[in-house]
Every structure is written in C-alpha cells, then in structure tokens.
C-alpha cells in the first residue's frame, strides 16, 4: 500500500458506519468498494447494520463481516428497531455509534460506491474544529431521469458549498459524510436528534450548535457514487423526504431555494410583457448556472454535458411542482419500504 509524502506518519483509527435495509442488489458493489479502500486495515473498522430486511441483505453482510476480524455485523430486529427514532436508517446508526471507536467517524449508504481514497482524503481534510466534513456525490445515470438527477444532486452539491464556505448552517450529506468523534460524543450523535426522515441534516444542525465547524470538500477522492431513482414515484418520494427537512431550515435557507421557483413567475410575467427580453434573461440565467454546475462537478474531477444542462430548467420545474403537489398530497412517505407520516 502506497502513500504519498503528504501523508500523516501516524494515521488515526477510523469507524465506518453504514446501514443497510433491502439492499441485496446493491450491497455487493459498496463492499466491494470498501475491499479496495487504500488505508491500513488495523485502522479501519467496519460497523454495518441490517436493518430488518426481507430479502438476501442479512446474508451477504454475514458472509463479508466473516472474512476479516474488523467487521462488525448489527442486526436489528422488532425489539430495537425504531427504538429511539421515527427513522429507521438513524435508530441503526444510533447504535452503531455506540460502538464507533475510530476518531473519525466515516458514512456511507448501500448503494454508493466509494473511492478508494475516500478515507485518507477526508482525514486529511479534516480541520482542528472541524465537526462534520461532507464530500460530493454524483448520480449514476441509467436513464433520462437519472441524467437530470446528476444535475440536480450538483447543483444542491454547489449550494452546500458555497453555505459552508461562508459558515451558514447547512446539512450533512449522509451518503458520504465525516463526523470527528468529539464533536459525535459531544453533541450527542444520532440518539440526540429529534425523530426526523433527514438525519443526515439534523447530525449536522446538532453538531454545529455545539460549536463546531460543518465544512465540504469537493474533489476526487471524496467523490461517491450512488444510484438513480429509477421512477418518478420513487424520485418524488425522495425529494417529498427531503422537503420536509428543507422547511426546517432558517429562513435565509427557504429564501434561497426559493428564488429558484419565483424566477419561473417571474420570467412568466415577462413573457406576456415582452416574449424576446423574458427569453434573453432566461437564456443568460440558464447560461450562469451551466457554467457554475460545470465548475463544481469540475473540481470533483467530473464532466458535464451541456445538452442536459441547457434542458435542466425544464426538468427543474416540473420535478418541483410535482414535489409541492406530492407534498401535500394525503398520503404516507414510503421510504426503505416502510411507511413514513
């Protein structure tokens, strides 16, 4: 194994956590990831949860945590699921970091796959008073949909950055996130957040009202990749999930996410105005925020295409007018095939 001279002499003990329910045509992709991880195994270990899945899940953690003495399996069941949270993704991560004895605690989901650098790159890019340290995440495409959920998750990514940068408060990323373990014990970690269906945001709320710093680090080596949502159900789920932790947000936070849907009343009413200036300030808009999607996903070390992003307004516009309507719609969330109020 090869370091580079920029490497610390004395690495510290890092803690892997990741929870897993249903996964069993995903699993075998992140593990095998985590086999290629470029960082001593006597640092590393692994706590990996099965969150009461029906399917082969359980079956292939036990085989992988068998190979190695650093792998932990947990396996939750109908007396400690949900015991602490609505969320059954944090109840599992709750008592995993119970068990967590790296000095870092690292994050990752069962369907992403990370770099094989991950772990070196986030402990070298963890800062003294450094709490929470995201990295970036890009969607694997299969499909249309998949390609404007790419520039979507770029362009929530750009936003995270350039929050964290001016030290607002912003979320953690729960696919590929650092935690120091001070700032965890400190805080008080997953058991203290309240019941929530955005966990990843609230560790990072908890986190930075105790004092410490919630940073990104957008390159390379901190690049995970996960999957599409494969439907617009699902996509629709997921984002309704994620709406409900935005309208949590402080108001400058809404403000700005905001703007994006009143920029298309805005540009309606110029189009009855005067069609060609309307069109003009549409175009310049959609060409500044091409270019800004372009240079973040640029410093991960990742192309964009333009014929995706020229048409990524439309998409933007329909996907979030359906979220609202789905919103508000009287029906559960159904998210790790559970249901959810």
Sequence with gaps: MNFSSATPKVLPKVSVLISSRNEEKTLPSLLASLEKLQYPQEKIEFLLADDESTDQTNMILEKWCAQEGNRQLFVLDTQTVRKAHLNGKANALAWMGEKAQGD???????DCQVNPNWILEGVQ??????????????????SLLGEFQKLDWWNTLGIIKIVSDW???????GNNMVISREAY??????????????????????????????????????????????????LLSQRTRWM????????????????????????????????????????VKILLQSLFLIQ???RAGRRLFWAWLLLYDFYYLLASTLTILYYFWPSKITWKSRQYP
């Design 125 to 142: 890019s963890m800062g003294k008073n450094t709490g929470v340290l995201n990295g970036v995440t890009e969607v694997v495409p299969q």
């Design 296 to 298: 973040v996903s640029k």
């Design 185 to 234: 014990l400190t805080s008080g970690g997953f058991p203290g957040i309240p019941p929530t269906l955005t966990e990843d945001l609230e560790i990072a709320r908890l986190i930075k009202d105790s004092g410490y710093e919630v940073h990104q680090q957008v390159s390379p080596n901190m690049l995970v990749f996960t999957k599409e949502e494969n439907s617009w159900k699902g």
């Design 104 to 110: 870092y605690l690292f994050f990752t989901d069962s």
């Design 167 to 173: 030290g607002g408060h912003t979320t953690g990323l």
């Design 244 to 283: 409900k932790g935005v309208l949590t947000l402080p108001l400058g936070w809404k403000l700005a996410l905001g703007t994006h849907l009143l920029f298309f009343i805005a540009i309606t009413y110029l189009f009855v105005q005067n069609i060609a200036f309307g069109l003009s300030i549409w175009v």
